[in-house]
């Protein structure tokens, strides 16, 4: 695994396991927690796999669109996780923690994806 992809997924799957944690005690009769819930382990869980999807892909184009789809999985993440903590599913500082995990493999994905957008528009000049 390139060193950058393995740094984004190590990240991106420590956040999906606190989330899937953070989740697991959801009251089954607050329909709102229930649903965001829902969202946020599907969203933390896509942003690893995609990356993971990442490594058996071939072209750069492909690679490129694995690595903006667990951008997008990890955007989510943040905004789930900034809706729960308005409505004090989760406390700040179990936010910031969490938001610090997420920015962290998403500060690794823009660097991957910034050379893999490199190397696409070097080949294509070729």
Known sequence: MEYRASKAWHFSHELATEI????AD?????KVAVELA?????????APAYIRAS??????HEKLACYMAARNSL?????HLKYSLKLNYIDKDY???LEKKAESAYRELGG??????KTIA???VE
């Open 38 to 46: 829902r969202r946020m382990r599907r969203a933390s869980a896509e």
């Open 20 to 23: 899937h944690e953070l989740v």
């Open 122 to 124: 070097k080949l294509e």
């Open 26 to 30: 959801v009251v089954e009769t607050d």
């Open 75 to 79: 955007e989510d993440v943040h905004r």
């Open 55 to 60: 490594l058996r892909k071939e072209l750069h």
């Open 112 to 117: 991957i994806i910034e050379s893999t957008e």
């Open 95 to 97: 936010f910031k923690k």
